[in-house]
């Protein structure tokens, strides 16, 4: 098979390489090869390029052409070289090849054996070096023959194979382009449903938005002049910003933006001090605006599904009211010391990021019933001691950490149902312990932590009994001081004969 393609075999392959300047076309004789196309012929280059695109329209797309030029590259590197050696030889030349191939080797190993049955032969050695030099010599025309014809074969597949390539590439293209067409007609489709919604508004108030799988990518600044809405769903679009404009919504109570493109929320979000629901999961948003603080009636916050890496400083001073706080699946490396200030919080699912630890303001979740904190894997370690004043919780899960020891008044946590330890490096309550349930995890460490506590009021009585002893010790050295200091005073004072070792004592 010769380098020159037959359009009709390869048609979009032969489209491709003719758009490649660098490769000139060439006569060939093979069967499969179409000889120069000439004006008259019907079959030419021009007339193959007008016919495809006729038929395959996208191929006239820039992107989809550079897209094949790239994709069959092997091929235009494999045709110039082939153009190089020459055409692929007859079946004829490449048997009369091997056969002559076989019979030099049959010829080489008569050679060998003549030359090592001559007498008096000393050069012996040298004799078969020549004689193997001369028919490798000789067998090189042949192998290059052969090696030709396996150069063609493989170019054959090859020009197979890039074809069905450029086909399926050829086919993904036109699923993009009606895909892009059937978007665009949503589009308009869309924008037409939001310009009712706003001129409706104007006309009757409105207390219920819901966009969500629209597909929008932009939120008109005139939603924000909705003034009786109470709920707006913009879930499942590609909105990658939400207008300020959004503050003009005074009575919202509901605000779904989860699963778009969100890389940050307005500072204006904070305005909404009625909002009650906030959803902005499944987004891009790496942070949460301090405004966010000022939305004081929020009771659910969802932020998983994110890049966060912190939460607002101040967020649990000023969101007192939140019952439901969700920020699973970011990269959050600490919790805020204020979340302590949540005492109305009973829901906390903060798995799958980064913690290394919760803070001792922890312990005044007395309302928290659950919490899942799974899957921080080797961050968490420790648990703080404040962790037994949870006196609410109910199910808790801690799997997937790097936890060593829970705390100490663990088993305080009386109301305690649900309890997930798996994959942690426990040690206290040892595993036997953990296999046997919730139940068995706060009876170990409720008699543990008696244990500890009797220990500790044995120290301190012991303390107490030691302190008593040295002070009547004191007291009594004291007195004996005191007793020597006056005899000593009396001496010195009197007009009696002095005793000389006493004075030289003194």
């Known amino acids: 098979m010769a380098t020159e393609l037959n359009p009709k075999n390869f048609p979009v392959l ?35 390029s007008i016919e495809i695109v006729t038929q395959m329209p996208h191929l006239a797309h820039p992107d989809v052409l550079a897209s094949m030029t790239n994709a069959i590259a092997d091929v235009a590197q494999t045709r ?8 692929r030889p007859d079946h004829e030349t490449v048997d009369k090849a091997r056969a002559r191939l076989r019979e030099i080797d049959a010829s080489l190993s008569e050679s060998f054996e003549e030359i090592a049955l001559s007498p008096n032969d000393i050069d012996v050695a040298e004799k078969e070096l020549k004689r193997r030099e001369a028919v490798d010599q000789e067998k090189t025309w042949y192998n290059s023959i052969l090696k030709l014809n396996e150069l063609h074969e493989s170019y054959e597949k090859l020009l197979k194979e890039a074809e069905e390539r450029l086909v399926r590439i050829y086919e993904s293209a036109e699923k993009n382009a009606a895909a892009v067409a059937e978007e665009e007609a949503a589009v308009v489709e869309v924008n037409e449903e939001v310009v009712s919604i706003l001129q409706q508004a104007a006309v009757n108030p409105l207390d219920r938005v819901d966009l969500s799988g629209r597909k929008l990518k932009l939120l008109p600044e005139a939603f924000g002049k909705i003034q009786g809405l109470l709920v707006l ?6 909105l990658e910003a939400i207008p300020d404009s959004i503050a003009g919504l005074q009575n919202l109570l509901e605000l779904d933006v989860s699963t778009n493109f969100l890389e940050t929320l307005p500072d204006s979000i904070g305005l909404l001090s009625k909002l009650k629901i ?12 301090d405004s966010i603080c000022h939305c004081g009636s929020l009771v659910v916050l969802d932020a998983s599904y994110n890049n966060l890496t912190y939460l607002p400083t101040n967020i649990g001073f000023e969101l007192v009211k939140v019952e439901k706080l969700l920020i699973h699946l970011n990269k959050i490396r600490s919790l805020p010391t204020s979340i302590g200030e949540m005492r109305s919080l ?40 404040s962790f037994g004043d949870l006196i609410s919780l109910q199910e808790l899960d801690l799997s997937n950490n790097q936890i060593h020891s829970l705390p100490d008044a663990f088993g305080t946590l009386v109301n305690l149902t649900k309890l997930n330890l798996d994959q942690n490096p426990l040690v206290v309550p040892p595993e036997e312990v953990v296999k046997q349930g919730v139940d068995a995890v706060k009876m170990y460490m409720g008699k543990r932590w008696v244990s500890m506590l009797e220990e500790e009021e044995k120290m301190a009585n012991m303390k107490d009994e030691m302190d008593q ?38």
Request: include cysteine; proline fraction near 8%.
């Open 278 to 289: 906030l959803n902005v999961s499944c987004n891009k948003l790496t942070t949460l605006p």
């Open 346 to 385: 009973r829901y906390l699912d903060a798995h799958f990021n980064e913690l290394n630890g919760l803070p001792n303001s922890f312990g005044l979740l007395t309302n928290l019933e659950y919490l899942n904190l799974s899957s921080n894997f080797s961050d968490l370690q420790d648990l703080p001691a």
């Open 469 to 506: 002893t040295n002070t009547d010790w004191l007291t009594r050295t004291t007195s004996k001081l005191k007793t020597y200091v006056t005899e000593v005073s009396e001496y010195l004072g009197s007009n009696s004969p002095r005793d000389p070792y006493l004075d030289q004592q003194l």
């Open 233 to 238: 769903n913009l879930y499942n679009n590609q």
């Open 14 to 48: 032969s489209y491709v390489l003719d758009r490649l300047p660098s490769f000139t076309a060439k006569s060939s004789s093979s069967s499969d090869v179409d000889p120069p196309p000439s004006k008259s012929d019907p079959s030419s280059s021009s007339n193959h």
């Open 80 to 87: 110039s070289v082939l153009r190089t050696l020459g055409p």
